[in-house]
């Protein structure tokens, strides 16, 4: 029971979005929660979950153990990213760029969420297309998942 205590607090959990979803039925409404939840350790480990649950806090649970089970490595220099990445999934499009040292994080909220729970502490962001938080978060997710492809490339 402890080590899964150490494994949890090993990791900084965040909540990006919160949708209450509800579906007509003979017998009434049937309302559920989905909730988008982004997790990362701060030293380039980072993942995304999505739970759908009856309740808030089960939906949360979910979510964070999907991010848990789906991690990115980051690859990261001085704090940054290696090179500008421009990734496009669905209608968002997110443009990220390495950052001098002590620039800070200048990225929107659901970029910003992703980064720093990767442990990214200089970057610069751009959120082109569509202003939908999920779909922001998946196309960072996208973006940051391709330097790990690449490393593995060269």
Same mark, same amino acid.
């Given at each position: 029971?402890?080590?899964?205590?150490?494994y949890?607090?090993?990791?900084?959990?965040?909540?990006?979005?919160v949708?209450?979803v509800?579906?007509?039925?003979k017998? &009434?409404?049937?309302? $559920?929660? @989905?909730?988008? /939840?982004?997790?990362?350790?701060k *030293? #380039?480990?980072? &993942?995304?979950?999505? $739970?759908k @649950?009856?309740? /808030?806090?089960?939906?949360?649970r *979910? #979510?964070?153990a999907?991010?848990?089970?789906?991690?990115v490595t980051?690859p990261?220099?001085?704090?940054?990213i290696l090179?500008?990445?421009?990734?496009?999934?669905g209608?968002?499009r997110?443009m990220?760029?390495?950052?001098?040292?002590?620039?800070?994080?200048?990225?929107?909220?659901?970029?910003?969420?992703?980064?720093e729970?990767?442990?990214?502490q200089?970057?610069?962001?751009?959120?082109l297309?569509?202003?939908?938080?999920a779909s922001?978060?998946?196309?960072?997710?996208?973006?940051l998942r391709?330097?790990?492809q690449n490393?593995?490339?060269?």
């Open positions: 029971m402890s080590q899964e205590g150490d949890h607090n090993e990791f900084e959990e965040k909540v990006i979005q949708n209450r509800s579906k007509k039925t017998g &009434g409404n049937k309302i $559920g929660f @989905s909730v988008l /939840v982004v997790v990362g350790d *030293k #380039g480990r980072v &993942g995304v979950g999505l $739970g @649950s009856k309740d /808030v806090a089960s939906a949360i *979910k #979510g964070i999907y991010a848990k089970k789906h991690l980051v990261l220099k001085n704090g940054t090179y500008d990445v421009t990734t496009k999934r209608a968002a997110v990220l760029k390495p950052a001098p040292v002590g620039s800070g994080v200048i990225a929107g909220g659901a970029v910003r969420a992703v980064v729970a990767a442990g990214i200089n970057i610069s962001s751009k959120v297309g569509t202003r939908n938080r922001n978060v998946y196309a960072t997710l996208e973006a391709s330097f790990h490393d593995k490339n060269t």
